[in-house]
T-cell receptor, first 112, second 113 residues
Framework: SQQGEEDPQALSIQEGENATMNCSYK?????LQWYRQNSGRGLVHLIL?????REKHSGRLRVTLDTSKKSSSLLITASRAADTASYFC????????????FGAGTRLAVHP | NAGVTQTPKFQVLKTGQSMTLQCAQD?????MYWYRQDPGMGLRLIYY???????DKGEVPNGYNVSRLNKREFSLRLESAAPSQTSVYFC????????????FGQGTRLTVV
């Protein structure tokens, strides 16, 4: 089964609102990453948070990590229609391997 | 820079046919990956190559083979395509040593009829 599981599966909001997506995982990790995918396109990296970090910001993005609960959240503040996309978390497991395991993603729709 | 380039972008195969998906990166990355993405789902790792000369199975390797031809190129081969392999295939790469962000190609949309 996949390492990361996002919820909700789909989220629909109005422009200007905040969007929160959650990710849970199962094993010890080196880091957790969030990616964005516009329809029919490749994934684009948004932010990486290491296992010894609890919170990280990048522009309108805020990511938190709780390793005791094996969970992370991605907050997009003041959302825009252009934020409409699918968002995926990916985990890099501890142990020196580089492979990234992705969750099923959250489909975000931001309405003007 | 081109980043990660995949060819072809679209392909239709008949059941039982074979084909090779090509991937090349120009970022001097050591690690490369092949994922598949089915409708409404996340990416599942097929194979990865941590460095030139090494390959390892991912979550869903059955029905696929890979070749790390050199540091730049990582190909995925379907020996006998099946309808269950209809999917969008993504190649990705990232530096090794420390796990950092992965860079993705634009995908190959494969339909097996």
């Amino acid at each position: 089964s996949q390492q990361g599981e996002e919820d909700p599966q789909a989220l629909s909001i109005q422009e200007g609102e905040n969007a929160t997506m959650n990710c849970s995982y199962k094993t010890s990790i080196n880091n957790l990453q969030w990616y964005r995918q516009n329809s029919g396109r490749g994934l684009v990296h948004l932010i990486l948070i290491r296992s010894n970090e609890r919170e990280k910001h990048s522009g309108r993005l805020r990511v938190t990590l709780d390793t005791s609960k094996k969970s992370s959240s991605l907050l997009i503040t003041a959302s825009r229609a252009a934020d409409t996309a699918s968002y995926f978390c990916a985990t890099a497991r501890s142990g020196g391997y580089n492979k990234l395991i992705f969750g099923a993603g959250t489909r975000l729709a931001v309405h003007p | 820079n081109a980043g990660v380039t995949q060819t072809p972008k679209f392909q239709v195969l008949k059941t039982g046919q074979s084909m090779t998906l090509q991937c090349a990166q120009d970022m001097n990355h050591n690690s490369m990956y092949w994922y598949r993405q089915d409708p409404g789902m996340g990416l599942r790792l097929i194979y990865y190559s941590a460095s030139e000369g090494t390959t390892d199975k991912g979550e869903v390797p059955n029905g696929y083979n890979v070749s790390r031809l050199n540091k730049r190129e990582f190909s995925l081969r379907l020996e006998s395509a099946a309808p269950s392999q209809t999917s969008v295939y993504f190649c990705a790469s990232n530096p090794s040593g420390r796990v950092t962000e992965a860079f993705f190609g634009q995908g190959t949309r494969l339909t097996v009829v």
